[in-house]
């Protein structure tokens, strides 16, 4: 796999991103978003929480010695 720390900065990119389109969403009144932005959201919401699943995941395996690539 390639080098943990580059993994855990893309993976924070990623995040960033996510949290970014999700703020952008949050600004608009709730009646004002369309069914679309309204799936969206809620896709936003279920890659969030993986994304910082993994990243929690990650963060444990290595605090206790563990590899963080598990197989």
Known sequence: MSDPMSYESD????IGELVTEEHDLRQQPEHRL????????????????????L????????EFGQDPWPS
């Open 55 to 62: 990243l929690r995941r990650r963060r444990a395996r290595v």
């Open 11 to 14: 993976l924070l990119g990623r």
């Open 34 to 53: 369309t069914p679309e932005e309204r799936q969206r959201m809620r896709e936003l919401e279920s890659d969030l929480d993986q994304c910082w699943d």
